[in-house]
């Protein structure tokens, strides 16, 4: 697993403190930033959100219904929106991550407790704090 997909993984199990993510985002390179979005959008993807968990993760973001990213969320097929947010840059481009993130981590909750409730050898479903 690469070093964004750890991080990312680790955020959205409640490992690491999310304002530890976010400063960790709002701190990286415009160039590391699309890397670490392009880490997001895969984890989302491969979670599977359902419509639900895309709008229980938009409240859960903390953002504002009228940011640009939640209405590219609430406005258009999720697949297109995820292709969206990850073009968006500056303020938006922090917000997109927050809104991914929160998303994710709804999604990959549900996995964990469904899918993979009586264990399993994803790499990324048995980590550590440390």
Same mark, same amino acid.
């Given at each position: 697993?690469?070093?964004? /997909? *750890?991080?990312?993984?680790? *955020?959205?199990?409640? *490992?690491?403190? $999310? =304002?530890?993510?976010?400063?960790?985002?709002?701190?990286?390179?415009? #160039?590391?930033?699309?890397?670490?979005?392009?880490?997001?959008?895969?984890?989302?993807?491969?979670?599977? @959100?359902?419509? =639900?968990?895309? $709008?229980?993760?938009? %409240?859960?973001? %903390?953002? &504002? @219904?009228?940011?640009?990213?939640?209405?590219?969320? !609430?406005?258009? @097929?999720? &697949? =297109?929106?995820? !292709?969206?947010?990850?073009?968006? +840059?500056?303020?938006?481009?922090?917000?997109?991550?927050?809104?991914?993130? #929160?998303?994710?981590?709804?999604?990959?909750? &549900? +996995? +964990? /407790?469904?899918?993979? &409730? =009586? %264990?399993?050898?994803?790499?990324?479903?048995? *980590?550590? !704090?440390?």
């Amino acid at each position: 697993m690469k070093a964004n /997909e *750890l991080q990312i993984n680790k *955020l959205a199990q409640g *490992l690491i403190p $999310i =304002e530890v993510g976010l400063k960790w985002f709002a701190s990286s390179t415009d #160039a590391q930033k699309l890397e670490i979005m392009g880490s997001l959008d895969l984890c989302v993807s491969q979670s599977h @959100p359902t419509s =639900e968990e895309i $709008i229980k993760g938009t %409240g859960l973001s %903390g953002l &504002r @219904p009228t940011y640009t990213p939640c209405v590219i969320v !609430s406005s258009r @097929p999720f &697949r =297109e929106a995820r !292709s969206k947010l990850k073009q968006l +840059r500056g303020i938006d481009q922090d917000r997109a991550f927050s809104l991914l993130l #929160a998303i994710f981590s709804l999604a990959d909750q &549900r +996995r +964990r /407790e469904s899918d993979c &409730r =009586e %264990g399993c050898v994803h790499e990324w479903h048995n *980590l550590t !704090s440390s």
